[in-house]
């Protein structure tokens, strides 16, 4: 699993509230990701990040933000979350020496 | 509007015969292809990928073949087994430092 670990695995929340969902890795890569699967949409890019505060957007990532104040962590948080932000949310690190992703377990985030 | 494309979403194949799974890419500086399965409940986990200098990349029964004037390719499960049932997930990138794009991904069953 690349030692990736995805917290929570599971959350309920309410529109309107800020939800912040954490990555953590122990292998000290430097890019990491934020996707989001939906059904007929595949995985999506949120954001990504190439380093302690280097992050960039992806193809999605309004009403998201993220934080990366240490190689081992990236954040991901729904500023206000909305019904439409309910989905399986993966991180995944990139290993530089072969270009895979290796991904999280997921957390999936219901936003009733 | 979809970068990498997957038109079937689902796919049945009988157990012992051959998969074919299909990916089409519009972004003609994609250079870099990956496979991804995935389980229920689970991340996606890195299946085979090829270089856009190659035309065809093997892996035990795994065989991704790429056309690139087509902007095409597809992956060959030989023999298919029950186990392989799960989704597949097409993606690509355009250079080593830039962000994996994924399609929406084919859910293959295979029959006992």
């Known amino acids: 699993d690349a030692g990736i670990t995805q917290s929570p695995r599971h959350k309920v929340t309410e529109t309107g509230t800020p939800v912040t969902l954490r990555c953590h890795q122990t292998e000290n890569h430097r890019y990491m990701y934020w996707y989001r699967q939906d059904p007929g949409h595949g995985l999506r890019l949120i954001h990504y990040s190439y380093g302690v505060k280097d992050t960039d957007k992806g193809e999605v990532s309004d009403g998201y933000s993220v934080s990366r104040s240490k190689t081992e962590d990236f954040l991901l948080t729904l500023e206000s979350a909305t019904s439409s932000q309910t989905s399986v949310y993966f991180c995944a690190i990139r290993v530089e020496a072969n270009e895979k992703l290796f991904f999280g377990s997921g957390t999936q985030l219901s936003v009733l | 509007d979809q970068q990498v494309k997957q038109n079937s979403p689902s796919l049945s194949v009988q157990e012992g015969r051959i998969s074919i799974l299909n990916c089409d890419y519009t972004?003609?500086?994609?250079?870099?292809f990956l496979w991804y399965k995935k389980y229920p409940a689970e991340g996606p986990t890195f299946l085979i990928s090829i270089s856009s200098i190659k035309d065809k990349n093997e892996d035990g029964r795994f065989t991704v073949f790429l056309n690139k004037s087509a902007k095409h390719l597809s992956l060959h499960i030989v023999p298919s087994q029950p186990g392989d049932s799960a989704v597949y997930f097409c993606?690509?990138?355009?250079?080593?430092?830039?962000?994996?794009?994924f399609g929406p991904g084919t859910s293959l069953s295979v029959i006992p």
């Open positions: 972004n003609s500086m994609f250079d870099y």
């Open positions: 993606a690509a990138r355009k250079t080593s430092y830039d962000k994996v794009i």
